[in-house]
């Protein structure tokens, strides 16, 4: 309370004694008591006191790594080739030659006969990105034949390329992913590589036992 309100609120205690005489000065006797009150605690009478806020601590949302295979011995070695397959199909839209010098993160969660089903997220040099769930098609050999991205589904994907358990962890890359999850490492390693392109990707660090865990 300031001291103008103060000093209002003492004239107006005043005015109530002055005013104990009357027929009314039990209640006028209630209203000085209320008034004194409120001058001790500070609370004005046009005031409402608050209730005290309590602060709340709201947990980070966190999810569990998702459960991806890790790659073959050609896939280690060919990771360039699968980087240049995946950016030529995930920054389509980004113009025909997007995919020259392009970075490419993905997760292998799946694999049916010659279909390697995979999240990725690759980024062009000159700005913006695509995360999509694809699958690349081999041939016999282990080469790439071809690589097709799931479509939309009204406001999310068209997940009927991939078996129900492939689905199931898509899951895992939407959200609070983007900010918490894997494909925040995902991101963070894929800008980390832009300074030092010749650093493969997370999947593939992740299948060489020797490798120096990138700060």
């Known amino acids: ?104 993160e993905w997760d292998i969660l799946g694999r049916a006969g010659q279909e390697v089903y995979v999240w990725a997220y690759c980024a062009p040099l000159g700005g913006g990105d695509g995360s999509f769930p694809a699958v690349i098609y081999l041939e016999v050999d282990g080469l790439i034949q071809n690589v097709r991205r799931a479509g939309y589904k009204g406001s999310s994907f068209d997940l009927g390329l991939f078996p129900a358990d492939v689905q199931e962890k898509c899951g895992l890359y939407t959200g609070y992913s983007l900010f918490y999850g894997r494909l925040k490492e995902m991101i963070d390693h894929l800008h980390y590589r832009q300074a030092y392109p010749e650093i493969p990707p997370l999947v593939v660090l992740s299948a060489i036992p020797t490798a120096t865990p990138i700060p």
């Open 1 to 104: 309370m300031t001291t103008k309100s103060r000093y209002i609120l003492i004239i107006f205690v005043a005015f109530l004694t002055a005013c104990g005489t009357s027929p009314q000065s039990d209640e006028m006797t209630k209203v000085q008591n209320t008034a004194l009150a409120m001058a001790r605690t500070g609370v004005a009478l046009t005031q409402t006191a608050l209730p005290t806020a309590t602060p709340t601590n709201t947990p980070i949302p966190t999810q569990p790594p998702p459960p991806v295979f890790a790659p073959d011995a050609i896939q280690v070695e060919r990771w360039q080739e699968y980087q240049t397959e995946l950016a030529k199909v995930l920054l389509y839209g980004y113009g025909p030659d997007a995919y020259k010098g392009a970075l490419c």
